[in-house]
């Protein structure tokens, strides 16, 4: 289990500081996003961030030494609702307005390939440097020891059909089909022991940009809401879709700079693995969720374009921070 | 009993049921064969290869780097260039 990570300004300070102390019936009040006063040390966006990664991850796997009654508290459900409901209203505006034909399935593959956001694994196929590679695999740390995770969520919110067999048939692969050796998570994290890096969940999370935890924090929240089902799927669809390819990519940057075979056999599970998933998830999952429930239409967009607007940001700020922007 | 609607109802339950049928084997635009389940593939040169997931992904275009199975690679193949299906 990880430790708490160390905060970013005052909100995640005082939820850091509550939930490295004993359990209470009773926490003061949040620190204002907006201080009346106009006083400067107001929670900005990192600061934000970081607060409700670390009350999403008190679903998944916790902290060490935090009491694992903190989850349902009602004064930290009070901040999630607060902090998802800022989330959510960025995602919704950043949003634009997507073409739709009478085949919900070739729009949202439309979507998805007319993506043509930079590339981190393309960057790191032929020129990045072992550093970077190794950075890369902190931050994505974050979500791939938890991969699969936030979407197994969305299992009990689905009524039935197809849209539900198929997506317990995806996870199913995502964790092992039955075989402990082969779960998506532990492969990863055979791969960073293999790096000589920590495989425990949220060891990097000081390191992680706000980016990753928005990332992380958008997928926990479409998972965890059922009103958000549609986005939940659209967000997974997308991930899957974009996960191939790049897979391939960074398999053959990693064994060009001689990186452990445990950490390239990851990428390369996810080659053919992702190649499948895509089909069936736009198909089967995207597809029947909207046959069943039309109303999602909308929101499986939102989902798909947000996951891949997410990616863009991360990709840009690490180009950015390795200078090859 | 009959219900004055059923007739209706009925069409409903069909169409739905048209839509949630699964197949084993299904061609996708564009892209791989799925096949669900345990099967055997045999390749162009007589190797066999056995599947080892829920559903697999055979390659229909001929551009993969790990045959028999889809790669991802005929999405960057140019549209003109494209199997039909
Ligand atoms: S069909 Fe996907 S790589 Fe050939």
């Keep these: ?325 | 009993m009959s219900l004055p609607d059923d007739t209706e109802t009925e069409t409903e339950i069909q169409t739905n049921a048209d839509i949630e049928t699964r197949a084993d084997i299904v061609l996708c635009p564009d892209g791989p064969m799925l096949v669900r389940g345990q099967a055997v593939i045999e390749d162009a040169d007589g190797t066999q290869h056995a599947t080892t997931r829920p559903v697999s992904a055979v390659c229909r275009c001929g551009r993969t780097s790990r045959a028999p199975w889809c790669d991802g690679t005929h999405k960057l193949i140019a549209d003109g260039a494209r199997s039909s299906t």
């Design chain 1, 1 to 325: 289990m990880a430790s708490l990570p160390a905060p970013r300004g005052p909100l995640s300070e005082v939820l850091v500081q509550s939930l490295g102390g004993n359990f209470v019936e009773q926490l003061p009040a949040w620190p204002d996003s907006e201080p009346v006063d106009g006083s400067s040390d107001a929670p900005g966006p990192a600061d934000e961030t970081l607060a409700l990664w670390v009350l999403h991850e008190l679903s998944y796997r916790g902290f060490t030494d935090v009491d694992e009654r903190w989850e349902w508290h009602p004064d930290l459900l009070v901040l999630r609702w607060r902090l998802e409901g800022g989330l959510e209203q960025r995602l919704r505006k950043r949003f634009p307005t997507i073409e739709r034909t009478d085949d919900f399935v070739a729009d949202l593959a439309g979507l998805i390939a007319a993506d043509d956001g930079p590339s981190l694994a393309r960057h790191l196929q032929r020129h990045g440097s072992r550093e970077q590679a190794l950075e890369l695999l902190r931050q994505r740390s974050i979500y791939h020891l938890k991969e699969a995770d936030p979407t197994a969520w969305v299992v009990p919110r689905l009524p039935g059909g197809r849209a539900k067999t198929a997506l317990v048939e995806v996870q199913f692969d995502e964790y092992g089909a039955g075989d402990p050796q082969r779960l998506h998570h532990e492969l990863f994290a055979r791969g960073m022991v293999a790096c000589g890096l920590s495989a425990e969940p949220g060891q990097y999370a000081d390191e992680a940009i706000t980016e990753v935890l928005e990332q992380n924090n958008a997928g926990s929240m479409f998972g965890m809401h059922r009103r958000l089902r549609g986005a939940a799927l659209g967000h997974f669809a997308a991930f899957e879709a974009t996960s191939s390819v790049p897979s391939r990519q960074l398999a053959q940057g990693l064994a060009r700079l001689e990186l452990p075979d445990e950490i390239q056999a990851y990428y390369e599970e996810h080659v053919e693995a992702d190649a499948v998933h895509e089909q069936v998830a736009l198909r089967d999952i995207c597809g029947g969720l909207v046959a069943r429930e039309p109303d999602l239409a909308e929101d499986v967009l939102l989902g798909a374009w947000t996951c891949l607007d997410l990616e863009a940001r991360t990709a840009s700020a690490m180009l950015e921070r390795w200078e090859v922007a």
